[in-house]
């Protein structure tokens, strides 16, 4: 003897109901499981070390002071000495365009790279 579908509907809607569970019958994805989940972003925010004041950071909060207090940020320095040498090779970034007639001179071409023409010995 089989029982009806809507009476086994109404029974899993009061079970879910006890149990504080969702009723979904058609078994759709509706993303609860990830929702019922506990929340990692606080577990994360812990894990990392909380970041520390910077030469910049510095530099802005007191920048009302005089040039006297001159500061030294490494990593500026670095960062710099390493654009120098890039562009003194020739792999720096290309130079702004100062107008806008500059800047749609070359907007619509592509710049095709010329093949090397071999000349062939008879």
Sequence with gaps: MSVPRARLLDLM????????QTFNPEGLRTGNRVLRQ??????I???????L?????????FKHFPEEMDTWDEEEEERLDHIAL????????????RTADESKK?????????????????
């Design 13 to 20: 809607k009061v079970q879910c109901r006890i149990f504080s």
């Design 38 to 43: 506990r929340l990692r972003g606080p577990n």
């Design 45 to 51: 925010a812990q894990y990392y070390p909380r970041r």
């Design 53 to 61: 004041a910077t030469v910049k950071d510095l530099r802005k909060a």
């Design 86 to 97: 890039a562009k003194q090779r020739g792999k720096g970034a290309p130079k702004k365009k």
């Design 106 to 122: 070359n907007k619509g071409k592509k710049r095709l790279a010329a093949a090397p023409t071999v000349a062939l010995k008879p």
